[in-house]
């Protein structure tokens, strides 16, 4: 079964703190992508980055890290100085290898960054 | 390039009303899902398409939800007749089926009311 946990439900940080989601996934495919997207208070999911199985390099993105670990399932999404304008809901999300096929998304960690 | 395209924005009826939500997708993306968000049971995947033609509707709650996609450039979801438990947040997205572009964009959301 193909499963993504997102056992943080909500996380409360102060502004320049870091902050880690963590995300844990479940699956039986050897090539797989797994997602990030971020849903801010205006509602529309915003797409963050997709990560291939075959690779396990982290990424980093300006404020933005990730972590992907096979070992472990687990793909975490580090924010570094957080900011107010990271407060948001961010989903995690797991995808088959073939791109018509749906994604499987975890339940979401509730970001509140106060100032 | 504008982005996934979704009608209405917010939309509030009466129980037993029929309702039709409005999608048109990422021109050149040829895989488009709806989505339905609440905070009881967060983001839920009702349907996708590929190509036009239907190829996963197990999460489509029941018969009074349909959903059509008689060509590239748009796609509804029909509630006929809906009922208060319906009101929900519905998300279309869509992906494109070449290369490795397979991230979903997701459109605003139609938040749909149904008293």
């Known amino acids: 079964a193909q499963k993504v946990t997102q056992a943080q439900t909500e996380i409360s940080v102060v502004e320049k703190e870091d902050v880690t989601l963590d995300c844990v996934y479940e699956?039986?495919?050897?090539?797989?992508?797994l997602f990030w997207y971020k849903q801010p208070p205006s509602g529309e999911l915003v797409f963050l980055i997709r990560r291939n199985s075959f690779d396990e390099q982290n990424e980093i993105s300006g404020r933005y890290s990730w972590n992907f670990q096979k070992s472990t399932s687990s793909f975490n999404f580090t924010i570094t100085a957080s900011q107010v304008v990271d407060s948001a809901v961010y989903f995690c999300a797991l995808g088959p290898p073939y791109n018509t096929d749906k994604l499987i998304f975890g339940t979401g960690t509730r970001l509140q960054v106060f100032p | 390039d504008a982005g996934v395209i979704q009608s209405p924005r917010h939309e509030v009826t009466e129980m037993g009303q029929e309702v039709t939500l409005r999608c048109k997708p990422i021109?050149?993306?040829?895989?488009l899902f709806w989505y339905r968000q609440t905070m009881m049971r967060g983001l839920e995947l009702l349907i996708y398409?590929?190509?036009?033609?239907?190829?996963?509707d197990s999460g489509m709650p029941e018969d009074r939800f349909s959903a059509k996609m008689p060509n590239a450039s748009f796609s509804t979801l029909k509630i006929q007749p809906s009922e208060p438990r319906d009101s929900a947040v519905y998300f279309c997205a869509t992906a494109s089926g070449v290369g490795k572009s397979y991230e979903q964009y997701f459109g605003p959301g139609t938040r749909l009311t149904v008293t």
């Open positions: 398409f590929n190509n036009n033609v239907p190829i996963d």
């Open positions: 699956t039986r495919d050897t090539t797989y992508y």
């Open positions: 021109s050149g993306h040829n895989s």
